[in-house]
């Protein structure tokens, strides 16, 4: 039976920019996929060229450890080039003007960090060799490259967990405590159960891959816990761990 390496990630802070963000830059809530494929090839030593062909087919789950919290950042953006690029086309010829206009340009902008995020992360690459070793690593506590959760100034910190036996779950559509987030594809809403007292969030248009050239190969939606629990769901695609919990992978594909 295969295995799945648990292993817990921790942060400050935590930043997923949501990919139709400009200035004002908004991050998903939870961590997308393709940023625990990123964290993966960096604990092993993947470089980024080639961890989206060689994590793509892995399976993953995400469990929350903390609930979402978020804040906005302000600062001043300064690009010397966003300015200086088009004037130079435009006032070609009329050095005497950008002489007088080489003042550093900026603007006002925003950004939105989550809050000591924190995460339990199951996965399996099907691949033995990079199973052992991520395992190895975290275990040991060392790291090829240096892990952190959504940008450089968000170094994370990482503890293993341990490795768990898994199996589908065959429910015959019963509804089983899930413990992970809850992704779906195609508009498809998972069947929840609603439960007195338990409140549910969704996000959408999570990056499924980022290929070696920054070009995002789908995407999909979740539904999480607020409070970092359980939601009851029947779903034909829930997997047994032999730690006690259900979990359900993420989508490697729409």
Known sequence: MKKLVTFDVASPFGFFRKNFTTTNALTFSVIPRSAVEGLI???????????PR????????VQLMSKVRKINMKYMHINHDWIYGPLNRYLSGRQFILQKMRAPMS??????LLVNPFYRIYVDTNSEDINNNLASNIRNKQSYYTP???????????????????EKDVSNGLYR????????TNNRMPRIQLEKGVSFASEEDIAIHIDDERRSQGTYGVLYNTSVGCLQLSDKDIQKVNNGAYIKFLPMSV
């Not at 030593?45 to 080639?50: M, Q």
């Not at 060689?54 to 789950?61: H, Y």
């Not at 603007?107 to 939105?112: F, G, I, K, R």
């Not at 959504?150 to 994370?156: F, K, L, R, W």
């Open 177 to 184: 405590k899930v413990s992970s987030i809850i992704p779906y």
């Open 41 to 51: 090839g960096s604990i092993v030593g993947i470089d980024r060229e080639s961890f």
């Open 107 to 112: 603007t006002a902008a925003s950004v939105e």
């Open 54 to 61: 060689l994590l793509e087919s892995s399976k993953i789950a």
């Open 148 to 166: 952190y959760l959504g940008g450089s100034s968000y170094i994370c910190s990482l503890r293993y967990i341990g490795e768990y036996e898994y």
